[in-house]
């Protein structure tokens, strides 16, 4: 395998104890650039997703224009984000442990909290959270939209939540929201599933209004399915997260976007036709297979616990030197280092916390 980009990505810069995660900050805002043109005229706003990199000093080169608040995996990460500075995060997920509502509740004391639901059950606890604490905490019912993962079935279900949220003072019905999970380019019948989970979308939407509800957000799409939602008149908010930072198996598809994450690692042993790098599965996320080699061929990558073992031809890299890989799954990456340096212009300007690293409760 080999790169289709040859980045040589630092090799100006300071060399670094490895392994190390890198951002380009040249990538990063040219991608954030490239989403804000997608949205021009479309009269919809993102809201990224931190999930991807859980790191506030990237979340922040995210927001501006149509970029208007931030989306959240767990009650953990939108802490990290509020008390970095942001002021309106969505917990695009339930929440039913009251210890977590209670964090929630409190949240909202310092930043618009948005959070989703899908069963009438934790609506009560989330109202006697927020009355307790003096709050109002804004509320999207969760539709199942294609992944049958969270979410109420159907039509019928929205309406009925919308009917106890309406009852329950301390909450805000904002709309609905939907996922319709990480549909490749190669998934069969990929065009029918997308356009038949925005059509459910739509009908839960109509169903809420027709029943007297206003339905302000309509929210959905992550980046593989960013040119659909664009597309489709009731989303009114895309939550992608991943177009800042990119992922390879993506880059086949027609947008706007280029990886800006590199692993870089050490060869720490070399022997005829092949090297070891000390980039493996504990410093990279493997969900979407073994990494990738930036600007260097390979024949295969076998990756252990702390190696990476790469086979290639001669002349290989001298003892000591340091190449990049490109991670498949940036999000699990990025889970499993405490820092991201920071380059610009192929030079190493910073290191920043990936603050909510383990923030899943």
Not at 95 to 102: H, R, S, T
Not at 197 to 220: M, P, Q
Request: overall charge negative.
């Amino acid at each position: 395998m080999t790169s289709t980009t040859p980045l040589s990505a630092m090799s100006a810069s300071m060399a670094l104890s490895t392994p190390a995660l890198v951002v380009d900050l040249d990538v990063l805002d040219a991608n954030v650039a490239a989403m804000a043109r997608l949205l021009i005229g479309t009269g919809k706003t993102i809201r990224p997703h931190i999930k991807t990199h859980r790191t506030p000093e990237l979340a922040r080169r995210q927001l501006g224009g149509a970029a208007v608040g931030l989306t959240c995996a767990t009650v953990g990460e939108a802490e990290a984000m509020v008390h970095a500075g942001f002021t309106d995060v969505l917990i695009a997920n339930e929440v039913v442990d009251p210890a977590k509502i209670a964090r929630l509740a409190a949240l909202a004391h310092r930043a618009d909290v948005t959070v989703a639901v899908d069963d009438p059950e934790p609506i009560g606890a989330l109202s006697r959270a927020a009355i307790g604490a003096g709050v109002t905490v804004g509320v999207l019912i969760d539709v199942d939209i294609l992944l049958h993962r969270c979410g109420v079935g159907s039509a019928t279900d929205a309406v009925g939540l919308a009917q106890v949220i309406s009852r329950s003072p301390g909450l805000h019905l904002q709309g609905i929201m939907g996922y319709e999970g990480r549909v490749r380019l190669t998934e069969p019948h990929r065009d029918q599933q997308i356009s038949g989970a925005y059509a459910a979308l739509s009908a839960a939407a109509a169903a809420i209004r027709d029943a007297g509800f206003s339905v302000e957000t309509v929210s959905a799409a992550g980046t593989s399915t960013i040119a659909e939602a664009l597309a489709h008149p009731e989303i009114t908010e895309i939550q992608a997260g991943v177009y800042a930072l990119m992922e390879p198996e993506l880059l086949i598809m027609d947008l706007p976007f280029r990886c800006a994450v590199t692993l870089r690692g050490t060869v720490i042993s070399r022997h005829p036709g092949r090297i070891v790098l000390d980039t493996g599965r504990r410093v990279v996320g493997m969900e979407y297979g073994p990494p990738t080699p930036v600007g260097f061929a390979v024949h295969g990558i076998a990756m252990g616990d702390e190696h990476a073992t790469l086979t290639m031809d001669d002349p290989l890299p001298a003892l000591g030197s340091q190449l990049d890989l490109t991670p498949g799954q940036v999000r699990t990456t990025f889970n499993l280092h405490d820092h991201v340096w920071v380059s610009r212009g192929g030079h190493i300007v910073d290191c920043w916390p990936i603050t909510a690293r383990g923030s899943s409760q």
